[in-house]
Nanobody, 124 residues
Framework: QVQLVESGGGLVQAGDSLKLSCAAS????????MGWFRQAPGKEREFVAC????????YYADSVKGRFAISRDNAKKTVYLQLNSLKPEDTAVYYC?????????????????WGKGTLVTVSS
């Protein structure tokens, strides 16, 4: 079992930056590939970024490429998502999720574990 807890969301203005964290617990948490997804009001959950277990491979959705950066610290069992140059359309609940097998991009139906999400609101 892997438990995931996101933090770091909040209300920011367009152009600002934010760093989300996802703390994982569980004996094998560090061996999982991790992904970030987001869900805006009235929309389906969409893939944002993913990273393999070692941190050596990452993949991004086109909508965030060049603005967001995913990273992980396995010693702390934590995955991060740095959000830069935020836009109002980035407003969503951001979820982290874990998958035993690496894939890029990741799909929501294929994830093994989910956190409860953290809300990011970007005002114009």
């Amino acid at each position: 079992q892997v438990q995931l807890v996101e933090s770091g969301g909040g209300l920011v203005q367009a152009g600002d930056s934010l760093k989300l964290s996802c703390a994982a617990s569980g004996r094998t948490a560090s061996s999982y590939a991790m992904g970030w997804f987001r869900q805006a009001p009235g929309k389906e959950r969409e893939f944002v970024a993913c990273i393999n277990w070692s941190g050596g491979r990452a993949y991004y959705a086109d909508s965030v490429k060049g603005r967001f950066a995913i990273s992980r610290d396995n010693a702390k069992k934590t995955v991060y998502l740095q959000l830069n140059s935020l836009k109002p359309e980035d407003t969503a609940v951001y979820y982290c999720a874990a998958r035993a097998v690496w894939s890029a991009p990741m799909v929501a139906d294929g994830m093994d574990y989910w956190g409860k999400g953290t809300l990011v609101t970007v005002s114009s």
